[in-house]
Structure formats: C-alpha cells, structure tokens
C-alpha cells in the first residue's frame, strides 16, 4: 500500500512517502524542513505569523508531492506546537481546505506510542533485548522541539502480514480515538521540555551561562524523575535515540559535512560522548556551532537543550549508550496507515 506521512512538529515539518507490504515499510521520499512553527508558542500560546507562513510554504511544497506519488492514504500528524497554540486547529483547517491534507492532532502518549513503533520497526539487524543484566525493554527516546517523548516496552519481533501495520490512524479522515500501533509500549509519557521550548525558557545567554544551564538541568531532571515510575527504568534495557538531536550528535561526531541515513541509523553514542559535545557546545555560540560539520542549519540554537535532554535522559534509565535511530514517528505513522 502507497502512504504518505506527514510530521508538523515545532521546530521541523517532515515528509514520508513509502510503501508498506506485510508490514515493512519501503522508502520512497524522506524531506525535512525547519520551518520553527513553536517559535514564541510556550509563552504566548499563539502561532507567530512568520512562522505560520513558512510552515505553510512547506507544507504547500509538501503536498504537490504527496498528488504525484498518489497514495492510497495519507496523514498529517500534528503535535506539541499544534496542541498548545490556541490557533493550531484553524491553522490545520487552512492547510486541509487549501492543500487537501487530512490531519489529526495526537496526543503526547500517542505520539510517543507511534514512535515506539516506528523505532521497534527499524532496529538493526541483531539488536537484542537483555542487554544489561537481564532488562528486557526498550526505550524509545523521541526529543522534539516542544516536548519529549518516552515509550518503553519489550522489543517487537518482525511483524507478519497477519497483523501488519495494525494502528487507529487507518481510517481518512481519522476518527475521534487511536488504536494499538504496530508494536505497542507498556508505558508511554510525554514531557513539555523540547528543545525550543527549553532554550526560549531557560538560555537568555548565547551561550548560555552556567547558572542557565544548571537551571535548565534541574528542570529537566526533576520532570524526569516525577514522570517515570522506578519500575519501568530498571527494565531498560536498550536505549533507541530518534529525530533530529540524536542524528545531528552522530552527523557532528563522524563530521559528515554531506548528511547518510546509512550511517547514522543504528550508530552509538556513548554517555561519555554525550557530555564531551555538551561541553564542546557550550563554549560555543550558536553562530559557531551552525559552522560544525553536521548542524543542519535552524538547529545550531537547540543542539545544546538536545544534548542535556539525551544525557538525563540515558541517565534515568542507567544506560551508558543510545543506539540512534532513523525509523521513528514518521515510519510509524506510515505504517499505521496500511490497515486493511
């Protein structure tokens, strides 16, 4: 089944075309825009009008691509930035009537449970459960520039065409409630501590002082701790990264100046790596950062926020490494998209 997934989230407006068969999902298209639709949104819970009017320039781009490939489904996927601004709907009505993009605002369980199945869909080939001490789960992290994502279960096994791609966003136009995804977490939360939201809260400074930074810290670990019951940590036992931090931390690391999913998907990065780049960052204006090998440009101002969400993160759930990921929301849309 042809499928088209769209992903408008606050910092970057993605694009999916694919094809699922017996429940693996076949690339065709993969596009990613900034566009930093959450700009000012935490505070002022309104879309910025510049912001908009970029978005919609995308997603105007978006849509012609989406008539070409000629899907027999297709879905926008609206989340943090859409939840909280009290225009997001009538922004999505304007992008449906004008563009004919069906949408659905998801909620940030569903979100997070998408991604986990998008993620489970995508392990690399070996990737096992019961890697430290027994711990049968995975995480899947999904940092976003509104909020953060955690869904933890056991590791899905390859999906048969009996219940391939099984998922609530079957149905054009989607109904008012979301089904089980593909492979399903036990435990899915999501926090309002993305990276944009982060740095407009928190870093005045560029960069930011250490006062800011340990501020943001805190923040960040105190949220953690109060959302993830003790339980669900200690059966982590694999970490997956997905989205635009964990890939641009591998894109700097290995200094690829012209950017391979390839590469990066299923690639390591250590918790020590992960404190070496905060430090690195930190001596770093955003203008400097944006010269790094890897930094996609509109991401120079938020890898610093992405780098302390990844570390506390890991931190939570005792794990010393995050496999990252190119499979995640996106992939998990699509294929809850080919229910038949």
């Not at 699922?20 to 065709?28: E, F, Q, S």
């Not at 320039?57 to 008539?67: F, G, H, I, K």
Request: proline share 5%; hydrophobic share 45%; charged share 25%.
């Amino acid at each position: 089944m042809k499928v088209a997934a769209l992903d408008v989230g606050t910092n970057t407006v993605r694009l999916l075309l694919g094809e699922v068969d017996g429940g693996r999902l076949t690339d065709h298209l993969r596009e990613t825009t900034i566009t930093r639709l959450g700009l000012g949104v935490d505070q002022a819970r309104r879309l910025d009008p510049d912001a908009a009017s970029r978005t919609r320039v995308c997603l105007e781009r978006y849509a012609t691509r989406v008539r070409e490939f000629r899907p027999e489904r297709s879905l926008l996927v609206a989340t943090s930035v859409l939840r909280d601004a009290a225009d997001g709907r009538a922004f999505l009505e304007g992008v449906e009537a004008d563009f004919g993009l069906p949408w659905r605002i998801v909620t940030g369980e569903e979100e997070a449970a998408l991604s986990f199945a998008g993620a489970a869909s995508g392990l690399p080939a070996g990737m096992g459960a019961g890697t430290l001490s027994g711990r049968a789960a995975m995480v899947a992290i999904d940092i976003g520039g509104g909020s953060l994502e955690l869904a933890v279960g056991p590791l899905a096994k390859p999906p048969s065409s009996a219940n391939a791609g099984r998922s609530s966003l079957a149905v054009v136009p989607p109904g008012p409630s979301l089904p089980t995804p593909p492979a399903s977490p036990s435990f899915a939360r999501s926090l309002d501590v993305g990276v944009v939201r982060l740095t407009e809260r928190f870093f005045a400074h560029d960069p930011p002082t250490d006062e800011e930074w340990l501020t943001a810290q805190v923040l960040v670990r105190t949220t953690l701790d109060r959302a993830v019951p003790a339980e669900v940590r200690s059966s982590v036992g694999l970490a997956v990264g997905l989205a635009g931090t964990f890939t641009t931390l591998v894109a700097v690391k290995l200094e690829l100046a012209v950017y391979d999913r390839a590469v990066v998907h299923g690639h390591r990065l250590t918790r020590d790596e992960l404190t070496a780049a905060a430090l690195r960052f930190r001596a770093m204006t955003s203008a400097q950062r944006g010269r790094l090998p890897g930094i996609q440009r509109g991401r120079e101002d938020v890898i610093l926020a992405g780098v302390l969400l990844a570390a506390e993160t890991l931190d939570l759930f005792e794990q010393r490494a995050v496999v990252v990921s190119e499979a995640d929301l996106l992939d998990g849309i699509a294929l809850s998209l080919a229910v038949d």
